[in-house]
Nanobody, 119 residues
Framework: QVQLVESGGGLVQAGGSLRLSCAAS????????MGWFRQAPGKEREFVAA???????RYTDSVKGRFSISRDNAKNTVYLQMNSLKPEDTAVYYC?????????????WGQGTQVTVSS
């Protein structure tokens, strides 16, 4: 079993930046892909970004060019650098991990961290 703990959320003005971190513990050797999802009030949870063990990345269209996902395999940590934040980025951000290369049903989830972008 893998445990995920996010940190780094908060309140920021539009145009600002935040960096989220997610530390994994437990059966970390089983992790191949790590990612971030978000859920805004009244909306469904949506995919934001993912990164493979080798560093391959993918993003949802709305964050391309503004967000950057990275990971430190030695520290079992994934990061989400968020720049040029917009009010519509306001959501609870969840870290996730899975042992497959392109997860369709992610195995592990963090508790979430709130990101609020004021206009």
């Amino acid at each position: 079993q893998v445990q995920l703990v996010e940190s780094g959320g908060g309140l920021v003005q539009a145009g600002g930046s935040l960096r989220l971190s997610c530390a994994a513990s437990g059966r970390t050797f089983s992790i191949y892909t790590m990612g971030w999802f978000r859920q805004a009030p009244g909306k469904e949870r949506e995919f934001v970004a993912a990164i493979s063990w080798g560093g391959g990345t993918r993003y949802t269209d709305s964050v391309k060019g503004r967000f950057s996902i990275s990971r430190d395999n030695a520290k079992n940590t994934v990061y989400l650098q968020m720049n040029s934040l917009k009010p519509e980025d306001t959501a609870v951000y969840y870290c996730t991990a899975d042992r497959t290369t392109v997860p369709t049903k992610w195995a592990s989830w963090g508790q979430g961290t709130q990101v609020t972008v004021s206009s």
